[in-house]
């Protein structure tokens, strides 16, 4: 079975830094871009961050600038750097892909800034 497992949420002050992992694992045959959604409270669901197999990277317009994601191809993983967090960045973090053409998403990290 096929599963997205995300790590490395957590609890920081404003201006602080975390990073993020998600590792798929399982019977893999096709993966292509990955990437890093999240979820406020009372907020619909937002992309934060995309990466393509070939390292194309793509930014919402809240985070460039202090965002970075990264790609681990023989790993199946994926990151998200952290840095000049903003009490707006709380959210639960999400980690999706379309594995063997099928939507997976994981079950969900918590970042928490302080102000």
């Known amino acids: 079975q096929v599963q997205l497992v995300e790590s490395g949420g957590g609890l920081v002050q404003a201006g602080g830094s975390l990073r993020l992992s998600c590792a798929a694992s399982?019977?893999?045959?096709?993966?292509?871009?990955m990437a890093w959604h999240r979820q406020a409270p009372g907020k619909q669901r937002e992309l934060v961050a995309l990466?393509?197999?070939?390292?194309?990277?793509n930014y919402a317009d809240s985070v460039k600038g202090r965002f970075t994601i990264s790609r681990d191809n023989a790993k199946n993983t994926i990151f998200l750097q952290m840095n000049s967090l903003k009490p707006e960045d709380t959210a639960v973090y999400y980690c999706?892909?379309?594995?063997?053409?099928?939507?997976?998403w994981g079950q969900g990290t918590q970042v928490t800034v302080s102000s």
């Open positions: 990466i393509t197999r070939d390292m194309s990277t």
């Open positions: 999706f892909s379309v594995i063997n053409f099928r939507n997976q």
């Open positions: 399982g019977s893999i045959f096709s993966i292509n871009s």
